[in-house]
T-cell receptor, first 115, second 112 residues
C-alpha cells in the first residue's frame, strides 16, 4: 500500500531563517508528488508539483522541493521564511489508475514563523 | 473564474439528521473528489468520480453517499449524521492536462 509520511508535525522557525519540511513516501509504482499549503480557515492551494523531468522543482512564494527517487523523499525548502508563511503544509502522492488519479496525503506539518 | 465552490461554509447538525454538501466546478474537469480533514490525519478520500455518471468509494466511504449530478456538480450526502462525522469537508476537481487537483474552500460540519 502507498503511504506518505511527514516527519515533523510542527516546525517552529524564526523569520528570515531557512526551513525544510520533510516528506517520505512509499510506493511500488511511479508516482506524482505534490506540496499543498493551507492557510488558516482556507482550502488547499498548490505550492508545487513533480510530474517528470528535473528533480528540483520550484513553486510559488519562493518554495522549492527536490525529488529523490533512491530515498523516496520530496522535501520542501525555503531559504528565508516570512511571517506570512505560517500555515499547514501537506505532502501528497498521486497514483494513476485508468486515466484518473487519487491523492494520498501526509498528516501535515504546521509551520510557525516567529518574529 | 470561480474554480471550485462549496456550500454551505458551516453547518451544525444533531445526531441522526441528514444533509447534502454541494460542490461545483467551472473548469470543465472530468474528475471530482470529496475529502474529509481531521486533525493529525491529513485529508482522506471519501468518494470520487472519474467522469459524469460514475462514482467510486475512497478510503472512508461509510456513512456517506454521493451524486455526480452533471459534469459540474458533485454532491455528498450524510443520511444519518453521527458525531464521528464532525470534520472539515473539501471538494476537489482534477485538471487532466495539468494532472493537478484544485480544492474548494471547505465546509466545516459539526454533529452534536
Amino acid at each position: 500500500a502507498q503511504s506518505v509520511t511527514q516527519l515533523d508535525s510542527q516546525v517552529p522557525v524564526f523569520e528570515e531563517a531557512p526551513v525544510e519540511l520533510r516528506c517520505n513516501y512509499s510506493s511500488s509504482v511511479s508516482v506524482y508528488l505534490f506540496w499543498y499549503v493551507q492557510y488558516p480557515n482556507q482550502g488547499l492551494q498548490l505550492l508545487l508539483k513533480y510530474l517528470s523531468g528535473s528533480t528540483l522543482v520550484k513553486g510559488i512564494n519562493g518554495f522549492e522541493a527536490e525529488f529523490n527517487k533512491s530515498q523516496t523523499s520530496f522535501h520542501l525548502r525555503k531559504p528565508s521564511v516570512h511571517i506570512s508563511d505560517t500555515a499547514e503544509y501537506f505532502c501528497a502522492v498521486s497514483l494513476r489508475r485508468g486515466g484518473y488519479n487519487k491523492l494520498i496525503f501526509g498528516a501535515g506539518t504546521r509551520l510557525a514563523v516567529h518574529p | 473564474n470561480a474554480g471550485v465552490t462549496q456550500t454551505p461554509k458551516f453547518q451544525v447538525l444533531k445526531t441522526g439528521q441528514s444533509m447534502t454538501l454541494q460542490c461545483a466546478q467551472d473548469m470543465n474537469h472530468n474528475s471530482m473528489y470529496w475529502y474529509r480533514q481531521d486533525p493529525g490525519m491529513g485529508l482522506r478520500l471519501i468518494y470520487y468520480s472519474a467522469s459524469e455518471g460514475t462514482t467510486d468509494k475512497g478510503e472512508v466511504p461509510n456513512g456517506y453517499n454521493v451524486s455526480r449530478l452533471n459534469k459540474r456538480e458533485f454532491s455528498l450526502r450524510l443520511e444519518s449524521a453521527a458525531p464521528s462525522q464532525t470534520s472539515v469537508y473539501f471538494c476537489a476537481s482534477r485538471g487532466e492536462s495539468t494532472d493537478t487537483q484544485y480544492f474548494g474552500p471547505g465546509t466545516r460540519l459539526t454533529v452534536l
